[in-house]
């Protein structure tokens, strides 16, 4: 059963306001997430449609790409999709548009805040701008400590093209 989920059945045309919670696991997000799924829901419905907005946040430990730390970071994100009644539907392919059974009660929003979620995560995580990384040769944390390895230019087949690139 769906924890994210708007009954619909009684709803009449205008605005409305739904509140919605979840642990990150019940919706599917991974043991990264450690902080409640928050779901604050404002839907337009009409007789032939169901607008809804949905602003979510969250949090949880990550890993910083560089220096393998973790980092507590807050996740949000902002969707909106329409559902059209099944009768009136000429949606194709589009992604923010589904098609709404005439005798459907609920609407589920768990997949949809899970995807969302995920997608709010930054494609490269820092605990810092300036994160120093690891030692490549001894794997020590450069934020913490310096190390006494030489960082040698490695050989590259490349390396031919570093004249070209100075001045």
Excluded: W
């Excluded at 979840?22 to 779901?39: N, Q, W």
């Excluded at 009644?85 to 992604?95: H, K, L, M, Q, T």
């Excluded at 548009?97 to 929003?109: H, W």
């Excluded at 190390?147 to 087949?157: G, L, Y």
């Amino acid at each position: 059963m769906s924890i994210l989920r708007i009954n619909i059945s009684k709803l009449s045309e205008g605005a409305h306001q739904r509140s919605l919670q979840a642990a990150p696991g019940e919706i599917g997000l991974d043991s990264r997430f450690t902080k409640e799924v928050c779901v604050e829901a404002a839907l337009e419905s009409t007789s032939r449609q169901l607008y809804v907005h949905a602003e979510i946040k969250t949090g949880g430990l990550f890993k910083c790409d560089r220096c393998l730390e973790e980092v507590e970071r807050e996740v949000s994100s902002v969707f909106g999709i329409v559902y059209v009644a099944e009768s009136r539907a000429e949606v194709g392919e589009d992604e923010d548009m589904r098609v709404l059974s005439p005798d459907a009660n609920y609407i589920d929003l768990d997949e949809d805040v899970r995807q969302y979620a995920i997608l709010a995560l930054p494609q490269k995580t820092l605990c810092t701008e300036d994160c120093a990384g690891l030692c490549p040769t001894c794997g020590t944390n450069l934020n913490r400590a310096k190390c006494e390895c030489r960082n040698e230019a490695v050989d590259s087949p490349l390396s031919g093209l570093q004249k070209f690139t100075k001045n």
